[in-house]
């Protein structure tokens, strides 16, 4: 997998061309109705026109085939991101209707969770490893406990997210191994709000340690 650098919930022309500027590879757009980083599938299409080489994610908790129709109709997304309780066999339901590939977030805490993350394997295209949700399934800005997976083996390329920012993801990433991070609150002023040096500021930070690494 080349390395992946994704900018999640972005909400603004300002916040997509800042993350194609930076150098990031994708952009996620939340579709869950109680974040404050909701935005409508026609907008975020919109939006994602101002950065056209970057992939489109689209991220939802727990939607039914209704909402999805809705977000894959109109968002054009290149990925769905599911962010919720899926089930394994909710994942195959959502790749065999829409023909996109899946990312499956996994929150984690403790090393069962880890372990449960495996059953994903050769389900889902891609895994993303959160901490555990406080209020919101995700964006909450908590890190979880790197060295959990730190030396794992996986069979599924993965992502890294939950409270990175520009002065922790060096870390995270020499700690996990990982080659592609995930960030929202992150790179925010405010909640919900990007703000486009944060955003320069991290990808760059991101992708020095990615070359450190060799990835």
Request: hydrophobic share 45%; with cysteine.
């Amino acid at each position: 997998m080349s390395v992946v650098v994704k900018i999640c919930g972005i909400k603004t022309e300002q916040a997509a061309e800042a993350a194609a500027h930076a150098g990031a590879t994708h952009l996620g757009f939340n579709f869950f109705t109680d974040s404050p980083r909701f935005i409508e599938p026609r907008r975020a299409y919109e939006l994602s026109t101002h950065a056209p080489a970057l992939r489109r994610v689209a991220v939802t908790v727990d939607a039914d085939d209704r909402t999805l129709d809705d977000i894959v109709g109109n968002a054009h997304p290149q990925m769905l991101q599911l962010h919720g309780a899926e089930t394994q066999e909710r994942v195959r339901e959502i790749k065999a209707r829409y023909r996109l590939p899946v990312i499956k977030a996994i929150a984690i805490a403790e090393a069962d969770d880890v372990r449960q993350a495996h059953a994903y394997e050769g389900v889902a295209d891609l895994l993303l490893f959160d901490a555990k949700p406080a209020i919101l399934p995700g964006g909450n800005g908590l890190a979880f406990d790197w060295t959990l997976i730190a030396g794992e083996t996986w069979r599924a390329p993965w992502l890294l997210s939950g409270g990175l920012n520009a002065g922790n993801v060096a870390e995270a990433i020499a700690t996990t191994s990982a080659r592609g991070v995930d960030v929202s609150s992150g790179v925010e002023k405010s909640r919900g709000e990007k703000d486009p040096e944060l955003i320069e500021t991290f990808v760059a930070a991101a992708r020095a340690a990615f070359a450190k690494q060799g990835t």
